[in-house]
């Protein structure tokens, strides 16, 4: 199982746990909220449930994934698998190496994307994925931090404030994850 489906399943379990009801009884109540549009229904798990947001989104993702019935469909298929394709594999375990790291933190919902993942909690403070067939570029959501020639600042209203460009695993250090720790905690 990838690092981005232990997360998922452990949000999921943990969704569980603090609403008290089982994930096909989330997936029952989405259906039945009357709800097509995924912020629809997210908004309605947050406001009938009481959900906070990283954790209303997931269910719904999880709901939407689904027949149009709604019912859970078994799938083997990794994101990762079609992010890191072709020449671009030789970056996943850069990968592998970071998210190990970031999910020893705590709850975080991991959103896969065309070519990256979003790592969110209530907000989003960062993105991975390859830049290049060569390069992952992480992007960081953080505050009050300088720019330097490794922490690149980012132009106003861009994705994140910061952008650090990795091209081989070594370079998942202890200066990296503080910058991103520091991003996690600021997301709650």
Not at 40 to 58: F, S
Not at 125 to 142: E, H, K, L, W, Y
Not at 144 to 165: F, I, N, W
Request: aromatic share 6%; proline share 4%; net charge positive.
């Amino acid at each position: 199982m990838s690092t981005v489906d232990q997360a998922l399943a452990t949000q999921l379990a943990n969704i569980e746990k603090r609403t008290g009801k089982s994930l096909a009884e989330l997936v029952a109540i989405a259906k039945g909220c009357g709800k097509e549009k995924h912020g629809q229904i997210r908004d309605y798990l947050k406001e009938h449930l009481k959900m906070g947001h990283g954790d209303a989104n997931t269910v719904t993702h999880y709901a939407l994934q689904s027949s149009s019935s709604f019912e859970p469909k078994a799938t083997d298929d990794d994101p990762l698998d079609a992010i890191y394709a072709g020449p671009k594999s030789a970056l996943r375990p850069i990968h592998e190496k970071l998210m190990a790291a970031i999910t020893k933190w705590g709850e975080f919902e991991i959103s896969p994307k065309k070519g990256y993942v979003s790592l969110r909690r209530k907000k989003q403070f960062a993105t991975v994925g390859p830049a290049t067939n060569s390069r992952i570029d992480i992007g960081i959501n953080m505050k009050g931090m300088a720019g330097t020639d490794r922490l690149e600042e980012q132009p106003p209203k861009s994705m994140c404030q910061y952008k650090v460009r990795l091209t081989k695993a070594e370079e998942v250090d202890a200066e990296l994850l503080a910058w991103l720790k520091q991003a996690f905690e600021s997301a709650s």
